[in-house]
């Protein structure tokens, strides 16, 4: 596609449940970022990506956070035992990062997690 | 607190006016960034200003970078309706790498 595309759009779940969210990158860009956004606030970066490098997960909020990204191209971040503070947009983002001025970041629509 | 701050918080103008925002931040960057997000959606690119440059422009906007007080001011000229959106500034830097640090964002409003 066009941009990046993320699933799904709204994910309502159960305290406790775990979910997934997906995100699919622009085509040949070889960095993916995820962050989260809590309502009228910024955004918290979780997790980096970077090619076949080892992730950054230095933002990643605790143990049940957690992602993956198969093949260099699609993402999924896990959240395990949800929590009501989970709550929040989660905002996926692509890239051609590396070298000054090369890291301009797209960004999908986000998938809208509330926990009941 | 968090790399990035902007203010005002909130802006609200009418169509045709200029709004400013203004940046802050804490550590040493390479580049800042500018992205708008209309509600409800992702965030949108606007500008990049590297840290050895102290102006920038395109279309209605304008940024500037003053690395001695560490911030940064987008204006945009002229205003219109649909510029109504959260403004978000972002740095990067040599200790962050490319992951992006974001300020808290302005609301603007551009009445008609």
């Known amino acids: 596609g066009a941009g990046v595309s993320q699933s799904p759009s709204n994910k309502v779940t159960e305290k406790g449940k775990d979910v997934e969210l997906r995100c699919d990158p622009i085509s040949g860009h070889t960095a993916l970022y995820w962050y989260r956004q809590s309502l009228g606030q910024g955004l918290e970066f979780l997790i980096y990506?970077?090619?076949?490098?080892?992730?950054?997960k230095s933002g990643l909020p605790s143990d049940r956070f957690s992602a993956e990204r198969t093949g260099g191209s699609v993402s999924t971040l896990t959240i395990q035992r949800t929590q009501q503070e989970d709550s929040a947009v989660y905002l996926c983002?692509?890239?051609?990062?590396?070298?000054?001025?090369?890291?301009?970041?797209?960004f999908g629509a986000g998938t809208r997690l509330s926990v009941l | 607190s968090q790399q990035g701050e902007e203010d005002p918080q909130a802006l609200s103008i009418q169509e045709g006016e200029n709004a400013t925002m203004n940046c802050s931040y804490k550590?040493?960057?390479?580049?800042l960034q500018w992205y708008r997000q209309n509600s409800g959606r992702g965030l949108v690119h606007l500008i990049l200003?590297?840290?050895?440059?102290r102006e920038k422009h395109s279309g209605r906007l304008r940024v500037t970078l003053d690395t001695s007080k560490k911030s940064s001011s987008l204006l945009i000229t002229a205003s219109r309706a649909a510029d109504t959106a959260s403004y978000f500034c972002?740095?990067?830097?040599?200790?962050?790498?490319?992951?992006?640090?974001f300020g808290e964002g302005t609301q603007l409003t551009v009445n008609p």
């Open positions: 550590t040493s960057i390479n580049n």
């Open positions: 200003i590297r840290s050895n440059e």
């Open positions: 972002a740095t990067d830097g040599e200790t962050s790498g490319s992951r992006l640090t």
């Open positions: 990506f970077q090619g076949n490098s080892a992730p950054d």
């Open positions: 983002a692509s890239g051609i990062a590396g070298g000054r001025g090369k890291n301009i970041q797209y």
